[in-house]
């Protein structure tokens, strides 16, 4: 599509030498009120280099615009040059290329021929998948389908946690304690309970610890009955968590995780040594990085076994050297801030710059319950399953009775139940904390997903009551009369639509969902004003078609800017 911004920036750039085409698109505003201009040139900045006062530069300025003849009307007031875009033209160039390009609306190829790795969800085996995994796997899903979008190869890594002297106390507890039945009827819960009451009962008798230790130091050496009990547990613990992954809609194409590296590490052991960089203090292993600000890293414990910090160290290496990634993105709550940001400089500082300078660390706040519910360790623990479930069957009983002849409902609960928690979950910034409350997530007027697929929906809609004739003459844009869509509600909601690529690639940039999703709810807000001020399937032929181009449009981008977010987008509700 035609880039208005540049063509604004470029003519500005020709009057004023003293500013790059960067600084000038930076310089220039949507003003909040559209009569202002659909674009405002500030002329404040300019004064002292151009030694003129504001307001004059504002008519150069202006004169040098409405010259080119590229927009309906351009307006100095006061410091500001206000410029009206060319109203037809926006709607036939947005429009065009939404027909043109349907799904693929909103994507490019910028990123073709590079890698990217989102590493998401991560959680920690036969340990509860509670609500506050939510976060990692939601956000880590939509980066991942927005950097696809961008043209980018992805690989999709699920760190996950199935490593360390925990599986000792495990095994521990289940050849004391266990049974098997118990395990595969509910792996987590259960295995959960053993790891609990081996806590208890190790507090009297601190023989426990020492005996999990040898158990581990086996596990560690690969001794075959230590090593099936730990697959078993793995292999339990995934059936659950992909039970969760299938309701997201999500998937890895790796599950390499903590303990894929146990035997990856005497080689980064020894070029940390070789470094110089490992120091002993109090019989452990560590890297000093008091000198950064950064405290000291814990690399290998007195006993020798491993740690988390070191098996990333290895992972990191092992994803360059496998696939020579261009990002290296880890989706982890930002309570671990400290340890990514030790582990990138440990890297630099074995000499891995190159590894390095690819990963990047998108933290995201804490999630909490109304109800102050959320404590792992007291054992009040919410998990996501039971969550997603609840938002299903609660978004079944709304649907039932707004519309109790509603056919596939219980396709139909899924798809907006699943939608509205994670629309939930991307609305705000990631780094900001937030409470969970359901009459927020289920609201189907406010900001969230029900009312944005409702309004796809309605769309759908609209356009079984136009007909395939109208649809197909809408799309095929040759006779359209562009002064039926130039209402100020049209223009709004084309201009919004025009901006949608401009915005996928922000919230590429700033590893930011939200950027999506405040998107998308702007779009069909104005989607509604529209709807509701305007007669859309009306007698007169030229403007109903018109109309339900930009409903075509409407429909197509707020089905693609959901399908980012990782939401299905229902035809009915
Ligand atoms: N399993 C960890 C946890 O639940 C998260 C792993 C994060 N990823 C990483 N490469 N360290 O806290």
């Known amino acids: 599509m035609k880039d208005f911004k540049t063509a604004i920036a470029e003519i500005i750039s020709e009057k004023v030498a003293e500013l790059s085409l960067d600084e000038i698109k930076e310089m220039l505003e949507v003003p909040q009120d559209s009569k202002m201009g659909d674009f405002a040139f500030p002329c404040f900045k300019l004064a002292k280099v151009m030694r003129k006062a504001p307001p004059q530069i504002a008519v150069d300025i202006a004169e040098a615009v409405s010259e080119s003849g590229l927009f309906d009307k351009v307006e100095p007031v006061n410091a500001y040059v206000n410029i009206f875009l060319p109203k037809n033209e926006i709607a036939e160039e947005t429009l065009r290329a939404i027909m043109e390009e349907g799904d693929a609306f909103g994507t490019t190829d910028k990123g073709a021929g590079k890698t990217v790795i989102v590493e998401y969800s991560s959680p920690n085996i036969a340990k509860p998948f509670h609500i506050g995994h939510i976060r990692s796997t939601v956000i880590g899903n939509s980066i991942y389908k927005i950097y696809k979008a ?23 507890a289940y050849r004391r304690w266990g049974n098997k039945e118990d395990v595969e009827k509910e792996p987590i819960k259960t295995l959960l ?65 903590e303990s894929f590296y146990s035997d990856k590490m005497p080689r980064f052991e020894k070029e940390l040594e070789e470094k110089g960089l490992l120091v002993e203090s109090r019989g ?35 994803r360059k050297e496998t696939y020579d990634f261009y990002k290296n993105i880890y989706v982890v709550a930002s309570q671990q801030m400290l340890h990514f940001q030790q582990l990138f400089k440990i890297l630099e500082l074995m000499g891995h710059e190159d590894v390095a300078a690819g990963c990047t660390h998108v933290p995201f706040g804490l999630v909490s319950l109304e109800d102050g519910t959320m404590s792992t360790r007291q054992g009040r623990v919410v998990f996501l399953e039971d969550v997603l479930t609840s938002a299903v069957e609660k978004t079944r009983e709304i649907i039932a009775e707004k519309n109790p002849d509603a056919e596939n409902i219980d396709e139909i609960a899924a798809q ?83 901006a949608y690529p401009s915005y996928v690639e922000l919230a590429g940039e700033k590893y930011e969902p939200s950027v ?47 399908a980012l977010l990782g939401i299905e987008a229902p035809e009915r509700m």
């Open 284 to 318: 452990a292993q560590v890297v000093e990085l008091e000198e950064y600000g950064l405290g000291t890293a814990l690399i290998k414990k007195s006993d020798g076994s491993s740690l988390y910090i070191t098996r990333d160290i290895a992972a990191a290496v092992y």
């Open 416 to 498: 907006v139940g699943i939608g509205a928690v994670i629309f939930n979950e991307l609305s705000n910034n990631r780094i900001k904390d937030y409470t969970f409350k359901w009459e927020t997530v289920l609201n189907f007027d406010g900001e969230t997903g029900p009312y944005v697929q409702y309004t796809h929906a309605r769309c759908a809609s609209l356009l079984r009551r136009a007909g395939e004739d109208v649809i197909s003459r809408a799309k095929d844009l040759g006779g359209i009369d562009y002064s039926h869509i130039a209402s100020d509600n049209a223009h709004e909601l084309i201009k919004l639509i025009y």
């Open 193 to 257: 309970g053993y790891y609990t009451k081996f806590h208890e009962e190790a507090e009297s008798d601190p023989s426990l610890e020492e005996e999990a230790r040898q158990i581990f130091a086996k596990l560690e050496k690969g001794e075959p009955e230590e090593v099936e009990l730990w697959q078993w547990f793995r292999d339990e613990s995934l059936k659950e968590f992909n039970r969760v992954y299938k309701m997201l809609g999500i998937e890895f194409d790796s599950y390499n995780g």
């Open 150 to 172: 961008l043209g980018y190869d992805m690989i999709r890594i699920n760190h996950l946690g199935d490593y360390g002297t925990q599986f000792g106390k495990m095994i521990s």
């Open 516 to 562: 999506v999703t405040r998107h998308i709810i702007d779009i069909a807000q104005a989607f509604n004003k529209f709807y509701h001020d305007e007669h859309i399937i009306t007698d007169n032929e030229d403007e109903k078609i018109a109309k339900i181009a930009l409903v075509i449009a409407t429909k197509t981008v707020i089905r693609n800017g959901l």
